[in-house]
């Protein structure tokens, strides 16, 4: 089958999902409706997830986080990711994310791996 447009392939690869996608992108789908892999996205519901290990929850300067997100403690590593990414409420008590979290280890895991790669 021959592509007379590059817009109709990438619609065709939309809809079903391209053969190069990992388990990654696809656990991060989840995430993606509020958040970006970009450090300088804004205007999203959640905050950037680029650059993400490593820095102090609640602490972009423009993103307007819930109270409990700001007094958090929580530095992110793949350890805590592990735990928010499974119970956010439970880790973050209060917090405002509205995700019940992601109960397979494994996608867990995927995301985590995206995360630590932006």
């Known amino acids: 089958m021959t592509w007379r447009s ?7 690869l939309a809809a079903t999902g391209s053969p190069a996608q990992t ?3 696809g656990a991060f789908m989840k995430c ?7 450090p300088a996205a804004s205007g999203m519901a959640g905050p950037s997830l680029g650059h993400l290990i ?3 929850a609640g602490s972009l300067p423009d993103f307007p986080y819930s109270p409990a997100m700001k007094a958090s403690t929580v530095i992110w590593t793949r350890e805590t ?3 928010f990414l499974h119970a956010p409420a439970k880790t973050v ?7 019940p979290g992601i109960a397979s280890d494994a996608e867990r895991a995927a995301v985590i791996d995206l995360l630590a790669a932006h």
């Open 6 to 12: 590059p817009y109709l392939l990438l619609a065709a």
């Open 23 to 25: 388990s990654s992108d």
């Open 32 to 38: 993606r409706a509020c958040h970006s892999l970009s």
């Open 54 to 56: 490593g820095r102090k």
């Open 81 to 83: 990711l592990d735990a």
């Open 93 to 99: 008590p209060g917090n405002r994310m509205p995700f």
